[in-house]
């Protein structure tokens, strides 16, 4: 089965400071992976996803994440955070060998973004 | 809005009864996914629906509890003789095809 850790359980910065969160993975195939946001008092919000191509994604809100295969990494980052970004995300992958979709989640990591 | 929805948003129950929760995908969409999230965790896959088939279910899935979705459309997960540590978040989420899930905002459980 595969496993996704995230590593920074809380993240705390000022606004403007940069933002890289990280996220690893664990599974020997080809994968597709994700990035989902939760602002407080809602639901999950797809924030980026790579499937094939370039490695670097960009997303909604000017994320962007990286797809680095041989360190089984998809680190998130944001050049310049706002208070605004205070959220939780969660880092997902999926089989792309499988027709099934299922995905698996990393534990979060909720963000605190100071004014 | 035609995104998922899920009803009830939320439902306290005494242990030992049953609860039913209903997901409604956005429309076009073929695939369905119930999700199950505890505080500190993310979302635990349980199970998945192709159109009305369902085709996975995970080992987290115990004997009480049952899925369905008749003619492809909304989805209702059961949850029968409901235990305290049934106690969650249940998210649905909908894709179409393997382009990405988009969830509901989640049905919370509590179980006394």
């Known amino acids: 089965a595969q496993s996704v850790s995230q590593h920074n359980h809380h993240v705390i910065l000022s606004e403007a400071a940069s933002l890289e969160l990280g996220c690893n993975y664990s599974y020997g195939g080809t994968v597709n992976l994700f990035w989902y946001v939760q602002y407080p008092g809602q639901h999950l919000q797809l924030l980026l996803k790579?499937?094939?191509?370039?490695?670097l994604v960009k997303g909604i809100k000017g994320f962007e994440a990286e797809f680095i295969k041989s360190k089984f990494s998809f680190n998130l980052r944001k050049p310049s955070v706002q208070w605004s970004d205070t959220a939780e995300y969660f880092c997902a992958v999926n089989d792309r060998g499988s027709t099934l979709g299922r995905l698996y989640f990393g534990r979060g990591t909720q963000l605190t973004v100071w004014p | 809005d035609t995104g998922v929805s899920q009803n009830p948003r939320h439902k306290i129950t005494k242990r030992g009864q049953n609860v039913t929760f209903r997901c409604d995908p956005i429309?076009?969409?073929?695939?369905l996914y119930w999700y199950r999230q505890t505080l500190g965790q993310g979302p635990e896959f349980l199970t998945y629906f192709q159109n009305e088939a369902q085709l996975e279910k995970s080992r987290l899935l115990s004997d009480r509890f049952s899925a369905e979705r008749p003619k492809g459309s909304f989805s209702t997960l059961e949850i029968q003789r409901t235990e305290q540590g049934d106690s969650a978040m249940y998210l649905c989420a909908s894709s179409l095809r393997d382009r990405g899930q988009f969830f509901g905002p989640g049905t919370r459980l509590t179980v006394l």
């Open positions: 790579y499937f094939s191509g370039d490695p």
């Open positions: 429309s076009e969409h073929n695939r």
